[in-house]
């Protein structure tokens, strides 16, 4: 890499990582405002609210265009399925941005907004969250078949829960704004400071979400715990263990009732200020998860020599953290205004698809760069075990892939011997390709096939 080269990307490196922590800051304030509004009567929907909504959702259309543009994915690595992934990320992308400039709009003229737009933008980002991260999920299990791995079974079940925290967020949202919410919501029709008594059907969806949304984080917690167990040998076992331990307990505190029975006298004295400390400070355990999901694929990007893994793992990081942080519709059930929390929730999608194009764009680039391989299996260093493994696996996938190609063509020749013996020297010319060593096994299988089954048909 050029010195020119190297500027250029440690700018862009820079630039996305500043804008990511603006995202991060632009979400937290849009979703603390619904969530604190509860304690203090609501929301005004005054000029300012209106004019502070403008500016998350100006960060919101400013911030994507960043990150797409950050993540574009070299042509030799795109394939039908990410072709469309990418197309359709950016269309939906520029949809939603329509969306929240129509509710602005309405704001400014008629002083309401549909209530159908808060359905709509949860329904486009948690399909496109499922859709990506059911991909991911296909993939990890199809990797898990050909090479028995606990990293690859344990970020499979991670991603598969995921997406079905999605399908429970559709539904949680969906029941919760056609029963009891207002066709237009304006001022006077604000939910926030509303809560009412939750009928049988409500709790079994609110349970049903609790329930997956525990799954889902401990399941990606226990994955990142994977992913850096190489740690625990660095800084001692209970060092380790106490770190990656404190954003778990710190999820799992706000779903017992311990600590407010701890802090009564002060909820007693002034009820207000606790009930927004209090939010204030659980509001941040799925951002703090998300930090540590992050950081894993970050730390893994550091050992590695190769720019283009380096970025696609970043990208991974970067997704995980905008995820957990962005996942929060359920501000959007108190039906504000102005509807603060539509355009964190315009963050879903666009996270499930760099988690996606992070993860398989590096097993692609691994599979394809023998030198790559080679460094991967001359080091000891665990924390790349996740990457030598879906790199190779996705390498023997297309080895038997391009193999079923071959043998097709081969069954359907004549018995041709110049035909035969071209297909095979091709064989032969795609297997110098291939980092032999790594991949013996399968292809003493592939040529063992190629060249027998042939003769004995013929024999027959």
Same mark, same amino acid.
């Given at each position: 890499?050029?010195?020119?080269?190297?500027?250029?990307?440690?700018?862009?490196?820079?630039?996305?990582?500043?804008?990511?922590?603006?995202?991060?800051?632009?979400?937290?304030?849009?979703?603390?405002?619904?969530?604190?509004?509860?304690?203090?009567?609501?929301?005004?929907?005054?000029?300012?609210?209106?004019?502070?909504?403008?500016?998350?959702?100006?960060?919101?259309?400013?911030?994507?265009?960043?990150?797409?543009?950050?993540?574009?994915?070299?042509?030799?690595?795109?394939?039908?399925?990410?072709?469309?992934?990418?197309?359709?990320?950016?269309?939906?992308?520029?949809?939603?941005?329509?969306?929240?400039?129509?509710?602005?709009?309405?704001?400014?003229?008629?002083?309401?907004?549909?209530?159908?737009?808060?359905?709509?933008?949860?329904?486009?980002?948690?399909?496109?969250?499922?859709?990506?991260?059911?991909?991911?999920?296909?993939?990890?299990?199809?990797?898990?078949?050909?090479?028995?791995?606990?990293?690859?079974?344990?970020?499979?079940?991670?991603?598969?829960?995921?997406?079905?925290? =999605?399908?429970?967020?559709?539904?949680?949202?969906?029941?919760?704004?056609?029963?009891?919410?207002?066709?237009?919501? =304006?001022?006077?029709?604000? =939910?926030?400071?509303?809560?009412?008594?939750?009928?049988?059907?409500?709790?079994?969806?609110?349970?049903?979400?609790?329930?997956?949304?525990?799954?889902?984080?401990?399941?990606?917690?226990?994955?990142?715990?994977?992913?850096?167990?190489?740690?625990?040998?660095?800084?001692?076992?209970?060092?380790?263990?106490?770190?990656?331990?404190?954003?778990?307990?710190?999820?799992?505190?706000?779903?017992?009732?311990?600590?407010?029975?701890?802090?009564?006298?002060?909820?007693?004295?002034?009820?207000?200020?606790?009930?927004?400390?209090?939010?204030?400070?659980?509001?941040?355990?799925?951002?703090?998860?998300?930090?540590?999901?992050?950081?894993?694929?970050?730390?893994?990007?550091?050992?590695?020599?190769?720019?283009?893994?380096?970025?696609?793992?970043?990208?991974? =990081?970067?997704?995980?953290?905008?995820?957990?942080?962005?996942?929060?519709?359920?501000?959007?059930?108190?039906?504000?205004?102005?509807?603060?929390?539509?355009?964190?929730?315009?963050?879903?999608?666009?996270?499930?698809?760099?988690?996606?194009?992070?993860?398989?764009?590096?097993?692609?680039?691994?599979?394809?760069?023998?030198?790559?391989?080679?460094?991967?299996?001359?080091?000891?260093?665990?924390?790349?075990?996740?990457?030598?493994?879906?790199?190779?696996?996705?390498?023997?996938?297309?080895?038997?892939?391009?193999?079923?190609?071959?043998?097709?063509?081969?069954?359907?020749?004549?018995?041709?011997?110049?035909?035969?013996?071209?297909?095979?020297?091709?064989?032969?010319?795609?297997?110098?390709?291939?980092?032999?060593?790594?991949?013996?096994?399968?292809?003493?299988?592939?040529?063992?096939?190629?060249?027998?089954?042939?003769?004995?048909?013929?024999?027959?």
């Amino acid at each position: 890499m050029s010195h020119q080269e190297a500027i250029s990307t440690n700018f862009r490196t820079k630039t996305i990582f500043l804008t990511v922590c603006i995202i991060i800051a632009s979400i937290l304030i849009d979703t603390s405002i619904v969530k604190t509004s509860v304690y203090v009567g609501g929301l005004q929907g005054s000029t300012a609210d209106v004019l502070l909504f403008t500016t998350i959702t100006l960060i919101y259309a400013i911030g994507q265009y960043v990150i797409l543009k950050f993540t574009i994915v070299k042509e030799h690595f795109r394939t039908r399925g990410m072709i469309i992934a990418s197309k359709s990320v950016i269309i939906l992308q520029y949809v939603l941005i329509a969306i929240l400039l129509v509710t602005i709009a309405q704001m400014i003229l008629t002083s309401s907004y549909s209530s159908i737009i808060l359905k709509i933008v949860t329904w486009i980002n948690y399909s496109m969250s499922i859709i990506f991260l059911g991909m991911l999920a296909k993939k990890f299990f199809s990797w898990y078949s050909i090479r028995r791995s606990a990293i690859l079974i344990t970020y499979a079940i991670a991603m598969l829960f995921l997406c079905m925290y =999605g399908i429970v967020s559709i539904i949680d949202m969906s029941y919760g704004l056609t029963h009891g919410s207002p066709t237009n919501v =304006g001022v006077t029709k604000s =939910g926030v400071a509303l809560i009412d008594a939750p009928s049988y059907i409500s709790s079994m969806v609110n349970s049903a979400y609790f329930i997956i949304s525990l799954l889902a984080f401990i399941s990606t917690w226990f994955a990142t715990v994977l992913l850096l167990k190489h740690y625990s040998n660095k800084i001692g076992k209970v060092k380790y263990w106490i770190l990656v331990s404190i954003p778990l307990a710190y999820f799992l505190t706000q779903f017992q009732t311990i600590l407010i029975f701890l802090f009564t006298p002060i909820r007693l004295t002034d009820p207000i200020l606790f009930g927004i400390t209090y939010t204030l400070v659980f509001s941040a355990s799925k951002p703090i998860g998300g930090i540590l999901f992050g950081i894993s694929f970050w730390i893994v990007s550091r050992g590695l020599n190769n720019r283009e893994v380096k970025k696609y793992m970043i990208i991974s =990081g970067y997704g995980l953290l905008l995820l957990f942080t962005a996942a929060q519709h359920q501000v959007l059930l108190l039906n504000p205004y102005p509807p603060f929390g539509l355009p964190t929730i315009c963050y879903v999608g666009l996270a499930s698809y760099l988690i996606l194009v992070g993860i398989y764009s590096s097993a692609l680039s691994v599979a394809r760069d023998s030198a790559l391989r080679k460094e991967f299996y001359n080091t000891a260093r665990s924390q790349l075990d996740l990457l030598k493994t879906i790199g190779v696996t996705e390498m023997e996938k297309q080895l038997i892939k391009t193999y079923k190609s071959v043998n097709k063509r081969t069954r359907s020749l004549d018995d041709n011997r110049f035909e035969k013996d071209d297909m095979r020297e091709a064989l032969h010319g795609m297997v110098d390709e291939m980092d032999k060593e790594q991949v013996r096994e399968i292809l003493h299988d592939v040529l063992t096939e190629l060249y027998t089954k042939p003769r004995s048909k013929s024999q027959s």
